[in-house]
C-alpha cells in the first residue's frame, strides 16, 4: 500500500517535469485508473486524444489505442508503459483478409473496429467503436458492409441495421468476452434477480439474446443510472470502474476470471517508469498513419 502511494507520488511529479498527460481504458487496473487524467472507451479515449495540450501522452490501454492517440496526435511523444499490452483480437485481422473481401465484394465500404491495428486501418473507409458502430453503419450508403474483425460485434449490428455484414477474419472475436456463456447468464440470474445484465457487444450471439442493454463501456457508465443492481458482462475491471461512479448501485461480475492480459500488462511500476525513462515510444510510419487518421477522423466526424 505504502508502495503505491509512494508510487503515485512519483508519477504525479513527474506528469508535471514531463509535461505529460495519462489517458486510460476502462480496464486498466484501479491504481493505474487512479493516476490517469482521463479514463474512458475507446471511442472516449480517441475524442479526449484530438485534444490533448500537453506535450507527452502516456496511453493506459492497448496498443491500438495508443497507435490512434499517436495517429490523431504526429507531434506528441506516445508511450505505451509495457510493449506487451496489446490486444488479442485487433492482432487477428490482416491486410490479406480485408483484400480477399474486398475481391468478393468490391463496392462494399470496409468498416473496421478501431480494435484492429494501424496497418489494416489504413485499408478502412471508416473505423467505428462499440459505441457508434450502429449509428456509423446505418448511415453508410451501402447494404454491404465489409466488418472486422470482431465477428460477436458484426452479429450486433446486423441485427440492429438489417444490414449484410460480411465478417473479416470469418471468426474474429475477443477471447475474453468469448468466454460468457447461457450458463453465466443462469446464474446470474439465479443469484441477482433484481439486477439487470448489461452485456458489451463483443459477447456471444446467445448472451447478447439475454441482454437487458448492450452496450460500449462508455454506454455502461451513461446507462448504470437506469437501475440499481447490474450484473456485468465484460472485462472485470469494468466494476471497479462502475462501483467507484456509482458508490450507491450494486455491480456484479459475471465472470471473476474475465481477464483481459493485455490490459493488466500496465502495472503503476510500468508507468513510473514510463514517465520516469519516456519509454516506450509509439510510432507508426506516416505513409501508414495519414491512411488511417482519415477513417478515424471520419469516425470522429460521423458521430
Ligand atoms: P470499449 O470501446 O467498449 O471500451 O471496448 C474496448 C474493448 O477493447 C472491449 O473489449
Ligand atoms: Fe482486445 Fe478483448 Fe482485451 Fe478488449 S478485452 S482489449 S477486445 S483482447
Redesign the pocket.
Known sequence: MEKIEELKRKIEKLKKDRNAIILA?N?QLPEVQDVADFVGDSLELARRATKVDAEVIVFAG?DFMAETAKILNPDKIVLIPNKRAT????NMLKVKHILEAKKKYPNAPVVLYV?STAETKAYADVTVTSANAVDIIKKLNSDVIIFGP?KNLAHYVAKVTGKTIIPVPPEGH????KKFTIEDVERAKRLYPNAKLMVHP?CNPEVQEHADIIVSTGGMIRRACEWDEWVVF??REMVYRLSKLYPNKKFYPAKEDAV????KAITLQHVYESLRDMKYEVTVPEEIAEKARKAIERMLEMS
Not at 490486444?87 to 485487433?90: L, S, V
Open positions: 481504458h480496464y492497448v490486444c488479442a483480437m485487433a480494435n470482431d475477443c477471447y475474453v468476452h463483443e465484460t472485462e483481459c492480459v493485455g490490459m
